[in-house]
């Protein structure tokens, strides 16, 4: 197997357990709405990360898709 779709699997695998993760962390902002306090910084944090992840995994997979 190539480096580069080695790379483009193992960004994928993560990219995906931040997406679990990312819904996961809706419980404690949950949890805090129901007590009236703001929510914390944790959810929107894990979201923008997946985004990330995401992002770059597709960008690589269209440049390396173009050349292999």
Same mark, same amino acid.
């Given at each position: 197997?190539?480096?580069?779709?080695?790379?483009?699997?193992?960004?994928?695998?993560?990219?995906? %357990?931040?997406?679990?993760?990312?819904?996961?962390?809706? $419980?404690?902002?949950i949890?805090?709405?129901?007590? @009236?306090? =703001?929510?914390?910084?944790?959810?929107?944090? %894990?979201?923008?990360?997946?985004?990330?992840?995401?992002? $770059?995994?597709?960008?690589?997979?269209?440049?390396? @898709?173009? =050349?292999?």
């Open positions: 197997m190539k480096e580069e779709t080695r790379f483009i699997q193992i960004l994928g695998r993560i990219a995906t %357990v931040l997406s679990v993760l990312m819904y996961v962390s809706y $419980v404690p902002q949890i805090s709405n129901l007590n @009236g306090q =703001y929510g914390n910084l944790i959810q929107p944090l %894990v979201a923008a990360i997946n985004c990330l992840f995401w992002c $770059v995994y597709a960008y690589f997979k269209i440049a390396i @898709g173009r =050349y292999f």
